[in-house]
């Protein structure tokens, strides 16, 4: 549907007029808001410690899972030249 340009002009002239007669609202936060912001707020606070302790977790286990495999490794060589 193609308006015509003194019609489409007209619209924009309305939509102009009818914007600025509306009076702006003026909102009120409240302490709900403060309350939400606050548990938003612990919320990434439990999170990031959380990752955290996931992650040296991870960490110390992989470390372990490592120290075990070159304990093992080192056991047969022992053995082995032990045989020898």
Avoid: C, H, W
Wanted: charged share 20%.
């Amino acid at each position: 549907m193609k308006l015509k340009k003194e019609t489409k002009n007209f619209f924009i002239f309305l939509l102009a007029m009818f914007s600025s007669s509306i009076s702006p609202a003026y909102a009120y936060g409240g302490p709900g808001a403060a309350i939400g912001a606050i548990i938003v707020l612990i919320t990434i606070i439990i999170a990031f410690f959380s990752s955290l302790i996931i992650k040296i977790f991870n960490l110390i286990k992989v470390s372990f899972s490592k120290l075990r495999k070159y304990l093992k490794s080192n056991q047969k060589n022992d053995t082995k030249n032990k045989n020898k």
